[in-house]
């Protein structure tokens, strides 16, 4: 991936502001994706708004840095992460802020430096040929192995170039137009035709570098093929790009982590489109999408880490630099006070008109909480292909800042970078992923890590099924791990609903594997007598024959107590299984079949979580670690709980998680230790089932899902001497301590 | 392990104030442990001084919670963790509080739940015999399962009721005095000799509670036996402990996490002495060792975290409540304004007039930065038992804002909380622990983790040597494993010397195994060619007969590359040994033997760290993790690398670990991936050993050790063509790149 600035905005100019004025006359050398009045107000007020004072300080130090080593163009030779890769990388980035830092100090310095770098790039690049570290002809840049980070190269150096252009001799700068810019604009877009004209990420940084060079050297060819496709139809280039990438909520099908990739070059066009051609409405594009997406990212995150479902690296969150830069000109086009508080949580912005505002704005502590709310992102283009379920609840203890968050994976396979995890779920607490997602196995740009690409696990495992917390049939990953298959299938969003007490969300899969289908619902549900909301999942399969049915957990934390007897294998440690992910599995300890309900309890971040669990069938329990099978000490060692049926067609898992308690090392108590639920339970009525929670308090909850959805169909069960009634997809009954009390039949029994 | 209030203190009263005046004439039912001036001080100004305030404001919260609850004093029945334990605890804690809140706001419900719940303890305490959850006769408490416990319970409620004695009735004090208080010093001291007269941390908090109630309820006797031993002839008692606890630099042979624990008694009934016994001079005692105490406590933390030295929880730091009231003291002692800063760090203060002083400090902006420094911190009540070696270094780098640390564990055993490491290491950089300590296999007061109390893995791992970074013959521990045999030998300190880019610490130990020597020497070296200070590493082992020499080193992060060949043990993992800890490890890997200069590399907080080892004989190398042999998944799973000599009876190892690069997941780029490192080599001479570090750069670094310390002595090593040539203990030899690039014999070479 490409480091992006966090000032990339720089296109975004004076037609945002309230006083749009129309560009002033030109020569055809003042710059076009910042224009001269914007860069004058930045001069005038940056200093007064610390966020971006200090901003251009780093800036600064950055460029400083960089005249101080000079100008240093190598041959391109290295992979990412090796010497050249990184140094045209650091020179973008100083050609970009010297453009600024000109603009805004007015010292000639910055202007000069960016100047012979160009030169020195002008005499370069027109000997490249493709890059000796390529991995295939078809992706292979000039000056990186990849094309797309020459994409990113040009977008930024671009930006640089319209700042400085009109300080250049006119021979200096026919040289750049042509040996740099032009040069480097037709290799990117005619000349590499099928990448350039996809709907695709890496072809939005494409046409955006594309474009921009087309607004800066006033060649009105380059900015329509960008806009337009190479045929200048409309069947690609950016605007489709808009149109395709997003869905109608603004998620971005490979998730929040190329979201957040993805989103950089959009909203850098964007703001030249919008400057240079205001007449494309390009932010009321599509219901306006792209700030819909801004703040989709946003809620796509969790303690100010982004779900890291598909190919993602955990680490990323709010305060990288794409996202840095988007806050600026959603705020910009919005003034929404809630986007401040994101702002100041990235404790920068960028060096932009927007940025300024945003600064300002902080500034001015105008600054409210973001509205982090439960909400169900629809998938694909027209919002027809599944969608990312997220149930949140926050009830504002001062020791709970987070809140709770389910995230349920019901979107489409998203591509080369999705994972085959349909029906996946992740859960959230007390600020850390306790029910988690594996994310991609890569380090980023080490080069001793596979050049720091995506490691041969990323495929063996962090994509398989198994390696997430959704049904594995026979040991096979959903569509047998081809992700073209994937493409063809989406998930059926069957339900979502948020009340106050209760959140929930069901969806059902038939085509990750042949014959089965697979339903699921989750739930948040709050209770006076738990300590925080727990999570219910129920996972109801349809199989055409018998087969072997895994639903792992992937937890985080340390075991405290092991519910059940299980065979510990903690002298020889031997691997679960031979493919899709299984043989990265180190089996710790099974359990015999049984049809008990059974628990795992486990300790992180000073709170306790307690996860009971059961199935319709006899099932084995197993606790599994990864890390087997890794020659290269290239897996992280996570635990896993895997609970499997053997030889049913129909199963049924049930479970609540549910954290409690609080474990203090620093004042040396504990508190709460112990679950507050006594037992739970699953009963199947004609078209519907119901989960039992019966609370230590005797108090007792069940929630009710229905097969079918339709919000008209009444639903009766009577289980256990109790009739359960309700109409729609679902219902929630509550029985008070007391009543349970009383004598009479109990109104919940265990499993089966 | 208690709860220790963080204003506990409340015993430190007007005495310490600079214009100290002789208490007020009392009625005999005065507070004597907190005057009645200081009180209404704390009353008028504490709302002036927010850090103050803010503790008033959570203890109310804390007292007002408890009085809504009412008075619950139940029958003691469970062990650490469970309902009855806690709620004697929280009892303490409200007892304490309402106290302190009825003298602070005179409010009379605070006096008045205190003396209702003082009152049912009267009713209860003498009714108790032995607790039901007693480990033992001996150590049986009261309240408590633990005697310990009781004791602290003492010497929390004794605060309590000093400030509201004085609203009793006659009836009521006289029995509540009687009945609770007495009774319970009773119980504590003759009723308990051995126990009380031990030279002991818990016999502290016994000395404690029984002398403070001594001087509350005005009985001298009680003071005396508290002060001096039962037989007051000061072989025993309070101003013993002082004497024999601490070492004359303020350590503590239990190592910071006791010390900690240790030092909250020392400090609260060292201020009760101050205020009613002026003239024993408590704070200058022993060169006013109490304050140094303190000091060393802070000294002994990295980034906010204790040194987990022998049994010690890891999540324990300078937030720990002990040292909130021990830094109150020590500022009013010493005004020392870089106390301020540790109280800023900590956020809060305690309610005596120390307390008040630091808040007060804090708001007027006074703090200046605590000055970490390198250290020798002598062991032994009289400094003559070894020590605790601190090397450190901070080049003050924004980035590298907690510098380096380095520390060589050469103290004596520390009774049966001390582990079997002689002569281990630890290593800090960039804010975390990359050399590490165990620390203890413990899960406090979980009660699902054999009760809270140290699981048995602590005996079978966390004590064990191979469970450190440190020697370790035929796979048996130091001492083998018998504590008290370790108590009689301590390491023979030779050298400790802090250059501005050297710093060095050398042991011997003669009496760990038997015919065995084993000498280490551990530097911190600063380089301009070295991104950060490297550790140096010199280990050389004189046996009487061959044998099997292992190295383990535990280090913290993600392996990026294995340096060596080795055997993966991927699909099949089997155990290391058998015992001594070795059945708790898991192979991952081995090589063959050999004499190569091996190295392996990690990423641990974005950072690199390249470990380059050798051995002066052949050697193999394990790749290990914590965890086999664990039924009840007590242990956390953590990696080591074990170097290997076999079958010799001399053998030297030496190594290097070099912090390098920066791996930034929020901007995605790498640098500095690449050791500086080149190679490293090892050269004996006649009577000392050189260590030569070949730099990438083309310089060179050699650090020269002689076996014999004295500093008149001169040494001359010839090597491959190099004559090094100096006098003393340690030597640094810098050969720079232009020398080395010279045609000639080379300086340095690679090992054997």
Redesign the interface.
């Known amino acids: 991936?490409?480091?992006?600035v966090v000032w990339l905005a720089l296109a975004l100019a004076l037609a945002f502001a309230a006083n749009a004025q129309p560009p002033a006359a030109q020569d055809g050398t003042q710059p076009v994706l910042v224009d001269g009045r914007d860069w004058q107000r930045m001069r005038a007020e940056g200093a007064h708004a610390p966020m971006f004072a200090a901003e251009q300080a780093r800036v600064e130090r950055m460029v400083r840095a960089a005249m101080a080593q000079g100008v240093v163009v190598p041959v391109p030779k290295d992979p990412g992460?090796g010497y050249t890769h990184?140094q045209h990388?650091r020179n973008y980035l100083a050609l970009q802020g010297a453009g600024a830092l000109y603009r805004l100090t007015g010292d000639r310095a910055y202007a000069d430096f960016a100047r012979d770098m160009l030169l020195e790039y002008a005499r370069l690049y027109p000997t490249l040929g493709p890059h000796p570290a390529r991995r295939g002809e078809q992706t292979s840049g000039r000056l990186f192995w990849q094309q797309l980070n020459d994409s990113v190269w040009l977008a930024h150096a671009i930006q640089g170039y319209d700042a400085i252009r009109d300080t250049l001799t006119a021979a200096d700068r026919d040289r750049v137009d042509e040996d740099v810019f032009r040069r480097m604009a037709r290799f990117l877009s005619e000349e590499s035709p099928e990448r350039f004209d996809a709907i695709h990420n890496h072809a939005t940084w494409a046409t955006a570098g594309v474009g921009m060079t087309g607004y800066v050297l006033r060649d009105r060819d380059l900015v329509d093929r960008a806009l337009l496709g190479l045929a200048k139809d409309g069947r690609a280039g950016f605007l489709a790009q808009v149109d395709r990438l997003f869905s109608p909520d603004g998620y971005y099908a490979e998730g929040p982590y190329y979201q957040r990739y993805a989103l950089a070059p959009f909203v850098i066009f964007a703001g030249a489109i919008q400057r240079n051609d205001p007449q494309r409405g390009i932010f009321k594009r599509k219901d306006g999408v792209l700030l819909k997406a801004v703040d989709t990212l946003v809620q796509t995150s969790y303690a100010g880490y982004f779900f890291p479902i598909n190919d993602a690296?955990p680490?990323?969150?709010l305060?990288?630099?794409e996202l840095v830069a988007g806050i600026a000109i959603a705020y910009a086009q919005t003034q929404d006070a809630r986007l401040l508080s994101v702002a100041q949580r990235q404790g920068r912005t960028v060096l932009t008109p927007e940025g300024l505002r945003v600064a300002e704005g902080v500034a001015e502590k105008l600054a409210k909480p973001f509205a982090f709310r439960p909400l169900m992102l629809r998938d694909g283009a027209d919002g027809d292909r599944g969608g990312l379920a997220i149930l949140r609840m926050d009830d504002g203890h001062p020791d709970d800042e987070h809140g709770q968050a389910l995230v349920m994976k019901n979107t489409s396979q998203g591509m080369g970078h999705g994972h085959f995890d349909k029906l996946n779920w992740l859960f959230y607490d007390n600020g850390r992923a306790v029910v988690t997602d594996y994310g991609a196995a890569r380090?980023?740009?080490?080069?001793?890590?596979s050049g720091?690409t995506y490691l041969p696990e990323n495929n063996s495992w962090a994509k398989q099924t198994v390696a997430h917390n959704t049904l594995v049939v026979d040991e096979r990953s959903h569509f047998d791990g081809d992700w073209k298959r994937g493409e063809a299938y989406a998930p059926e969003p069957l339900l979502f609903d948020a009340k106050a007490d209760t959140q929930i969300a069901s969806a059902r899969m038939r085509d990750a594997y042949d014959g089965v289908t697979f339903t699921r619902t989750l739930a948040l549900v709050r209770h006076p007598d738990l300590l925080f909301p727990a999570a219910v999942d129920l996972l109801r399969v349809e199989g055409a024959a018998p087969a072997r049915y895994d639903l792992p957990l992937h937890f985080n934390g340390?075991?405290?107590?092991?519910g059940f007897q299980a065979q510990?294998h903690?002298?020889?440690?031997?691997?679960l299984g031979a493919r899709a992910g299984y043989q990265h599995l180190?089996v710790?300890a099974e359990s015999a079949a049984s049809t008990e309900v059974r628990s795992l309890?486990w300790?992180l971040g000073g709170r306790f979580y307690t996860y009971r669990f059961g199935a319709s069938a006899p099932s084995r329990a197993w606790?599994v670690?990864s890390?087997?099978?890794?020659?290269?000490?290239n897996l992280?060692?996570e635990p896993a709980l895997i609970q499997r049926v053997d030889g049913a067609a129909d199963a049924t898992f049930f479970g609540v998680l549910e954290p409690h308690g609080e474990?203090n090392?620093?004042?040396?108590?504990?508190?709460g230790?112990?679950s507050r639920i006594a037992g739970i339970a699953h009963v199947r009525g004609g078209d519907a089932s119901i989960v039992v929670l019966r609370l230590t308090s005797g108090s007792a909850l069940a929630l009710a899902v229905a097969d079918d959805p339709a919000s008209d169909r009444a639903h009766r069960i009577v289980a256990n001497g109790r009739t359960y009634e309700w109409k729609g997809a679902w219902a929630r009954f509550d029985s008070p301590a007391a009543q349970s009390a009383r004598p009479g039949p109990p109104d919940t029994k265990e499993s089966p």
Do not use: C, Q
């Open positions: 991936m490409k480091r992006i992460g990184e990388k690296m680490d990323k969150g305060d990288t630099e380090f980023l740009n080490v080069e001793a890590k720091g340390h075991i405290m107590s092991v510990r903690d002298a020889v440690r031997p691997v180190w710790d309890a300790l606790l670690e890390g087997a099978n890794d020659p290269d000490f992280r060692r474990y090392g620093t004042a040396e108590y504990v508190r230790a112990d």
